[in-house]
């Protein structure tokens, strides 16, 4: 390792590094803005600047920006030479002649990086008397606000909108220092990655235009560390709250998952928290007055467990905690998934693939650092964002490592990289449905129909490896991009697949898993990551339960059962024909949900359940990363709770003894390895609710903050008591633990002198590397089963249309298709209108045009939607909207007919 002197003190660093990280990651406060550590250095700011010198004798030295100086042994620099600290506080100066006096009402103030850095740098006193430049603020849409007169013309927003994260409608105009950092006019942003901009820009030019609508300073916020619930990835955020409303999500750093950063859907999907479509109360049905007192509840309840059969019907979105609690209280044989036999067979399917041979689930940072990657079927731009911002990086990414071997630049140096680079990509073959914004970075695009994917992938294997049967029938054009996709992972050192389960598909998941297990040698690391429905469907895959099928056999054949529905409007995931009857047959329909559905409108009896923000819980994501997230606060109505305490209730009551039930989130954790035993070890996924880090827990609120009495003043000056927490290590008060806790337990990044989010420097090993005492999870597939399990050899045929019929499969969206993220006011502004598509060629045999209402068809399902026409789709295929409100299950991947 080279040793650099920082003011004559050695310190032995890491090699290929630039200056500024490097003293920031020795722990030294040097200021910087335009540098992000996952975006390089353009020195831009001239805000970093140091001294350096050719030696110890050298006495003079010459400024330099840090950002732009390579680590070298022997170098000789300094942070605080007279010389280099004026400079820096000229050039804070110079920055902030034009910015507002705005502090006390920007939404930023409190924790703004460029506040930090004023300060850092000893400005303090304005000298500016003239008058300031002014601009024209834009209207982005309903998620980011513009305030373009605070811009310091750092670079920051472009050179993520446009070069990390690909989009295109926003960039910087003008010269010299009349630049203007938005779109050509006025409009929403169309990059699904917008809001990270809220956390890039150092100022107050980006921010959350929906904490603008209920605003609070960051240090009245109570925060707690959460996993995202709106997809399968499992991205880390921190959630904050304020009057028992959560106010935001902000993105909470994780090197193994999302990193820096958190798609849209995620960051402000979170008002369906506060949405006035929650149920608040208990409801008992058969009554004459519906709502009960919690006493009322548990008696009529305990009636219907112990003097019924009972069932339970899981959730992909409700916890660990929950489902297995569900299963506890009914019994493993009395368990259903509470999804369709078709999507939990595919489910079971990936989850079976992960648990054996030499397969490895890759982490989203290993998909940002492959060298050649294969999606095969999945539309990850919407079912998986995060990820396919992972996937850009790695095809960007991949073309800068080749550029830094061929010359002597260092990754992080990214203009002259980019200079280098030009046009050249990493490889990427995006094989999908339709056409995506990831085609743009793609070597090869290929729109088909699933078993023509699959065929495909079949064919890909066969190259790699001879002992695959070969396809029989693939047309030239096909082979052609076979062999390119062959050669390209053949030559790869970290290849990737990417498949999933929105084409209703088998062939599709064994097509990469062939692929995978062909790629696997001692030498090279082939990976496979699955994309699944919702937060917490692999751990609900990992219970084995039966499907849905089988819940509706057990009612039909026993018209005495009293059925639990955990967290799951069945009617998204079954058929209504089947839905009803199965409402139908019940005796007794016991519901816990937050928000009111069509499911909960059949519940005889109604129990309100905690969302995220309200409670402990455990996810196991796509890569079966088991993850912890911790209530955030304490709801203000009482009949509202985390619907495994509900359960451990009524067990409890059922059992008529406490002692030996479990209590806390901890403890049911241990109990669901020791009963089932794929889920090894995730009960170290959380600390248990006694520990204590020298005595102390960790505060949820930081040391500024401000609320307790304030918050309360209309009513009482005196102090109230704290909110007591006792399932997990953090406390509600601001006393408590000062140090770094362990990574999963972080509630909010903040250190002496950096208050806005990129105190998360402080927290890292290195700058952009791991947190300290970092633990991201526990893998649940990380002990496998010896040897590699058998190929695949069953490629299915061709795909051929029928006449008069047409495959339905569905289309996501990624603002539209998520269950609760439509009651966000901000997301569902954004909302696409539902549609089918269909080729031109079948619109034309239906004698249809865009816009045409088109009615799909098959059994007791009938649904009318409006029509575009795709000239990439195949024929004999028809999409519709998947997951929209209020649109019934239709039979995916089933053959159904069409009428205008």
């Not at 010389?83 to 050039?91: L, N, S």
């Not at 989850?351 to 650092?369: F, P």
């Not at 990820?387 to 061929?406: D, E, G, H, P």
């Not at 970092?774 to 590699?788: M, R, S, T």
Request: charged content about 20%.
């Amino acid at each position: 390792m080279p040793t650099i002197y920082i003011d004559n003190k050695p310190y032995e660093v890491k090699a290929g590094k630039n200056l500024l990280e490097t003293s920031l990651s020795l722990g030294f406060d040097l200021p910087y803005f335009c540098w992000h550590p996952a975006m390089g250095s353009v020195g831009a700011c001239r805000q970093c600047a140091i001294k350096i010198f050719k030696d110890e004798k050298d006495a003079n030295g010459k400024i330099v920006m840090s950002c732009m100086e390579g680590v070298k042994d022997g170098l000789r620099m300094s942070i605080t030479d007279t010389t280099a600290r004026a400079f820096r506080e000229q050039v804070i100066e110079w920055l902030m002649t034009n910015h507002p006096h705005d502090c006390p009402v920007c939404d930023e103030g409190g924790s703004c990086h460029l506040q930090d850095m004023t300060v850092m740098t000893g400005h303090d006193y304005r000298r500016f008397e003239f008058k300031k430049r002014t601009y024209t603020n834009q209207y982005l849409g309903p998620l980011i606000h513009h305030e373009m007169n605070r811009c310091i013309q750092c670079y920051r927003c472009v050179r993520f909108y446009r070069d990390y994260a690909g989009g295109d409608d926003l960039n910087v105009f003008g010269a010299h220092h009349h630049v203007y950092f938005g779109r050509e006019k006025d409009g929403v942003l169309q990059s699904p990655f917008s809001g990270n901009l809220a956390e890039v820009c150092p100022t107050g030019v980006f921010t959350d235009k929906t904490l603008k609508k209920h605003y609070t300073r960051k240090w009245d916020l109570t925060t707690a560390p959460s996993v995202c619930h709106h997809c399968s990835l499992g991205c880390n955020i921190i959630a904050g709250e304020r009057y028992g409303q959560l106010r935001c999500i902000v993105n909470r750093y994780n090197s193994d998952v999302n990193g820096y950063f958190l798609c849209d859907k995620g960051r402000y999907g979170y008002e369906f928290v506060n949405s006035a479509n929650r149920i608040t109360e208990p409801l008992i049905r058969t009554r004459p007055v519906e709502a009960v007192d919690e006493t009322t509840l548990m008696n009529h309840l305990k009636n219907l467990i112990t003097l019924h059969p009972v069932i339970g019907i899981g959730s992909s979105r409700a916890s660990m905690e929950s489902n297995f609690a569900l299963m506890q209280l009914v019994g493993k044989e009395n368990f259903y998934q509470g999804i369709s036999d078709d999507t939990a067979y595919l489910e079971g399917r990936m989850v079976e693939l992960l648990q054996q041979g030499d397969v490895h689930s890759v982490s989203l940072k290993e998909i940002e650092a492959a060298d050649a990657v294969l999606v095969l079927g999945e539309d990850i731009w919407n079912t998986a964002p995060i990820m396919a911002l992972a996937v850009r990086q790695s095809v960007m990414k991949t073309a800068a490592n080749q550029a830094t071997q061929q010359s002597s630049l260092f990754a992080w140096h990214d203009a002259a990289i980019k200079e280098l680079v030009q046009e050249e990509k990493g490889f990427l073959a995006n094989i999908t449905i339709l056409s995506s914004p990831l085609d743009a970075i793609s070597a090869i695009a290929v729109h088909e129909s699933p078993d023509n994917m699959a065929r495909l992938g079949f064919a890909v294997a066969h190259l790699l490896n001879a002992g695959i049967p070969a396809v029989s029938g693939i047309t030239e054009k096909e082979m052609l991009a076979a062999k390119h996709i062959a050669n390209a992972l053949q030559h790869a050192q970290r290849p990737v697949i990417i498949t999933g389960s929105s084409c209703c598909n088998e062939a599709l998941i064994k097509a990469a898993f062939n692929i995978v297990q062909s790629l696997h040698t001692p030498e090279r690391k082939a990976g496979i990551s699955f994309v699944l429905p919702e937060c917490n469907s692999t751990g609900l895959a990992l219970m084995k339960a039966p499907s849905f099928e089988g819940a509706l056999e057990r009612v039909i054949t026993d018209d005495n059962c009293t059925a639990i529905v955990l967290e799951n409007d069945l009617y998204r995931h079954i058929p209504a024909a089947e839905a009803d009857t199965f409402f139908a047959q019940c005796k007794n329909l016991v519901v816990m949900d937050s928000l009111h559905n069509r499911t909960t409108e059949k519940a005889h009896v109604l129990i309100p359940a905690a969302t995220f923000a309200e409670a402990d819980g455990t996810l196991v994501n796509n890569e079966g990363r088991a993850q912890h997230f911790y209530q955030v606060f304490m709801p203000v109505n009482t009949h509202i709770k985390e619907s495994w305490r509900w359960l451990g209730e009524m067990k409890t009551m059922q059992a008529k003894a406490a002692n030996g039930l479990q209590q806390h989130p901890d403890e049911w954790l241990a109990k669901l390895e020791v009963t089932l035993p794929q889920f090894a070890n995730i009960a170290k996924v959380m600390p248990s609710h006694h520990f204590r880090i020298n005595g102390q827990a960790i505060p949820r609120e930081p040391h500024r903050y401000s609320g307790r009495t304030a918050m309360q003043a209309n009513l009482a000056v005196s102090e109230p008591k704290p909110l007591q927490d006792d399932d997990s290590p953090l406390t509600y008060t601001m006393e408590g633990y000062t140090g770094i806790p362990p990574s999963s337990m972080i509630p909010y990044f903040w250190a002496p002198g950096w208050n806005s989010g990129q105190a998360v420097n402080k927290y890292q090993q290195e700058m952009g590397g791991a947190l300290r005492k970092e633990d991201p999870g526990i893998c649940l597939f990380a002990n496998k089963k010896e040897g590699a399990s058998p190929f695949f050899k069953d490629s299915p045929e061709a795909f051929i249309p029928r006449p008069g019929k047409y495959l339905l499969l569905p289309q996501y969206q990624l603002f539209g298709s998520g269950e609760l993220s439509i009651h966000s006011k901000a997301i569902s502004e954004l909302v696409p209108a539902a549609t089918i598509v269909l080729s031109k060629k079948d619109a034309a045999d239906l004698g249809a045009a865009n816009g045409t209402l088109i009615t799909i068809e098959k059994n007791d399902f009938q649904y009318r939607l409006p029509l575009i026409i795709h000239d990439e789709l195949c024929n004999g295929i028809v999409l519709a909207s998947a997951g929209y409100q209020g649109m019934p299950a239709p039979p995916w991947g089933s053959w159904v007919k069409l009428s205008v």
